[in-house]
C-alpha cells in the first residue's frame, strides 16, 4: 500500500485549499482513514478522521473550517481547508489505519502567510 498526498501550497490568511491522497494497493482492512499535520518544531498531531462510511472526526483547532472526505471508488482521500490561519501551516500527512499495521503518505506543505503588518522607523 502506497500514500501520495498532493494539493498543498502558499495560500493567504482567509483562503482555502483542498489536499488529496491518492491510495494504491489493497484497501482491504481498512478500519480509519486520516489526516495529521507537523509544523515547524512542533510534533505531528492528528487533524481529522474518517471512520467507517461517514463517520468524521476533527480536531478542535480544524473543526468549523475543515472537511475530510473519500471516494473509495477511485480510492482517494480529500481534506477541505477553508478559512486558513497561519497557524495551519505545516505539512500534512495522510495515514490509512489498517488491521495490520498504518501507512503513512510522502506530506504535503501548507503554508499560510501572514498579511504583515507596515513597520516605519522614523527620525
Known amino acids: 500500500v502506497q500514500l501520495q498526498a498532493s494539493g498543498g501550497g502558499l495560500v493567504q490568511p482567509g483562503g482555502s485549499l483542498r489536499l488529496s491522497c491518492a491510495i494504491s494497493?489493497?484497501?482491504?482492512?481498512?478500519?480509519?482513514r486520516r489526516w495529521y499535520r507537523q509544523a515547524p518544531g512542533k510534533e505531528r498531531e492528528w487533524v481529522a478522521s474518517?471512520?467507517?462510511?461517514?463517520?468524521?472526526n476533527y480536531a478542535d483547532s480544524v473543526k468549523g473550517r475543515f472537511t475530510i472526505s473519500r471516494d473509495i471508488a477511485n480510492k482517494m482521500l480529500y481534506l477541505q481547508m477553508n478559512s486558513l490561519e497561519p497557524e495551519d501551516t505545516a505539512v500534512y500527512y495522510c495515514?490509512?489505519?489498517?488491521?495490520?499495521?498504518?501507512?503513512w503518505g510522502q506530506g504535503t506543505q501548507v503554508t499560510v502567510w501572514g498579511q504583515g503588518t507596515q513597520v516605519t522607523v522614523s527620525s
Open positions: 474518517h471512520v467507517g462510511s461517514s463517520t468524521t
Open positions: 495515514n490509512i489505519n489498517t488491521v495490520w499495521k498504518d501507512y
Open positions: 494497493g489493497s484497501t482491504n482492512g481498512i478500519r480509519a
